[in-house]
């Protein structure tokens, strides 16, 4: 396969404010950027640890849009499954069903402290939960482009480096739980150190929640420069504002984009994670920084209109989106 995303599977259940409930929801930050993959082109690969419980939730999206699960570990019993409930001020606290039940004040509590709770589970779910490098590397010899949001260590960035010599370029977004390594790294040696760290990763992706918690600065102006001086493509996310994609001391910017009446936008989760997708395989197609931005932007406004993922990767959407997307681009470009 020529494009890969890897990354969790995690079904979830939405309780809101007003009573309603959904439930069974597909998603997971590496399924949303395998979606965007699959949007952008047949050949590609899903790999991630799932339970023997995958079909019930994702077998009917799977078959329908001809997907392969060749890079599917089935090595527990459960596929992750978070319930999320959402406060009035629009933020949530996210946990796992299979663990103990909260009262909202316990939750609310939990959200104070930035939780997101994970029940205990017995060793060998532990070693099985998550992927090995391996499981990842033995698919890049021949792979175009990677997805990844492993978390970085000596081990893991040899291994990436020594299985790309096949020109396969890395895309990384940053985890939640690299927030902390990531920061610390930056505040021991700055760049440079950062430098160091990415130097498996061809491609960044970060948002600007992230990059004003590594680099202590509230302002897209400060936190730009910053990006540039990586020193490698970055595509960085500003959240309904938009996204940029940095490159060459340069940046291109490209305001949140909307294919459908506002109205048809139904649920943002897994935005940034299908719009990294597609900035990876239009950045690895040759698009220039301004359409590789403009693709994911375009991609992501797919994603909004459900709850999960879109439901028809079908070639003739995939038709219709790269329109918008050109469209697009030449009157950002004419404007430029």
């Known amino acids: 396969m020529k494009y890969i995303a890897e990354g969790s599977t995690i079904t979830n259940r939405l309780l809101f404010l007003d009573g309603r409930v ?10 949303y950027a395998y979606t965007a993959l699959r949007m952008c082109t047949d050949d590609c690969l899903f790999v991630s640890s799932v339970g023997k419980d995958f079909d019930d939730f994702y077998g009917a999206w799977f078959e329908n849009n001809h997907c392969s699960k060749e890079g599917l570990y089935f090595r527990v019993e459960k596929t992750e499954y978070n319930e999320l409930k959402y406060f009035p001020d629009g933020s949530y606290i996210e946990y796992s069903i299979y663990g103990d039940q909260f009262t909202d004040e316990q939750l609310l ?3 104070k402290e930035g939780i ?6 017995d060793p060998f779910v532990r070693e099985n939960r998550s992927l090995k490098v391996e499981d990842v590397t033995c698919f890049m010899d021949d792979a175009k ?15 990436f480096l020594k299985h790309k010599e096949g020109g396969c370029k890395i895309m990384w977004e940053i ?5 902390n390594d990531v920061k610390e790294v930056y505040g021991k040696g700055g760049i440079e150190a950062l430098k160091h760290y990415l130097r498996a990763v061809d491609i960044l992706s970060i948002n600007r929640n992230e990059c004003e918690f590594i680099f202590e600065v509230e302002d897209d102006g400060q936190i730009l420069p910053l990006l540039k001086d990586l020193e490698i493509p970055v595509y960085y996310r500003v959240g309904t504002d938009g996204a940029y994609m940095v490159a060459d001391h340069k940046e291109w910017f490209v305001p949140m984009i909307s294919t459908v009446e506002k ?8 935005c940034g994670n299908s719009s990294t997708g597609a900035a990876l395989w239009a950045w690895c197609e040759g698009y220039d920084p301004l359409m590789t931005c403009v693709i994911g932007n375009v991609v ?3 994603n909004v209109r459900q709850y999960g993922p879109y439901l028809d990767m079908s070639e003739e959407v995939r038709e219709e989106m790269m329109t ?11 404007n430029s």
Do not use: C, W
Request: hydrophobic residues 30%; without cysteine; aromatic residues 8%.
């Open 22 to 31: 959904k439930a069974d929801i597909m998603g997971g930050g590496g399924f």
């Open 109 to 111: 509590a939990m959200r």
């Open 116 to 121: 997101m709770y994970v029940p205990d589970q």
């Open 145 to 159: 482009g990677l997805y990844t949001s492993k978390i970085l260590t000596d081990e893991t960035t040899e291994e």
């Open 175 to 179: 985890p939640s739980s690299a927030l």
């Open 263 to 270: 109205e048809k936008e139904i649920d943002p989760t897994g």
């Open 300 to 302: 992501a406004s797919y």
């Open 324 to 334: 918008h997307a050109k469209n697009i681009y030449e009157k950002l470009k004419g």
